[in-house]
């Protein structure tokens, strides 16, 4: 036979950290999550970047593409549509990748011991708010690197059908 399951008096229930422990626990989960949010930021920068550079290192090459292109005077127009698109796009790039503050997770030990708190609590706090604020200007600066090279790629993208279309509609092409 099967035994039931005695539910007459439930075993209490373990609530965790209560009360002025609470504020405690929250601030030392704000700091964990900060640094897990600030170390994710920091990736996704260096994978933009890298992407970034990647075009760049298209686009520079492409410039003198276009110079000679320009240079054969059958394909001028083409040329300076070229020319020009890529290097907007070059500027975007170098724009988006220019240095520009960026805050990483942690603290300098001097830092730390300069907190003027004298408690853990209100020491954790401290940090949080700081890591809050690193957040913020971060996704700032993500946001604009965003749009930069949003940009870029659409510039580097839309350039050579209009240099093609222009290139046929020309009056500068040569009559040969």
Known sequence: MSEKADHSSPAPLDMGKKSNEIRLWKANQAVRHGELRLAAQSTALTGAQTRATSLLTWVVPLMGVSLGIILNKDYIAAGWVLLTGNAVTAVLCATALAPTAWSEAGFKPVEVLDIPYDSELLCQE??????????????????????????????????????????????LKSMH
Do not use: H
Not at 130 to 149: A, G, H, P, V
């Open 126 to 171: 401290a940090v949080a708010v700081t890591y809050q604020e690193s957040i913020q200007k971060n996704d700032r600066r993500m946001k604009k690197f965003t749009r930069l090279m949003q940009g870029a790629w659409w510039v580097f993208l839309i350039t050579p059908p209009i240099a093609g279309l222009l290139q046929f509609c020309s009056p």
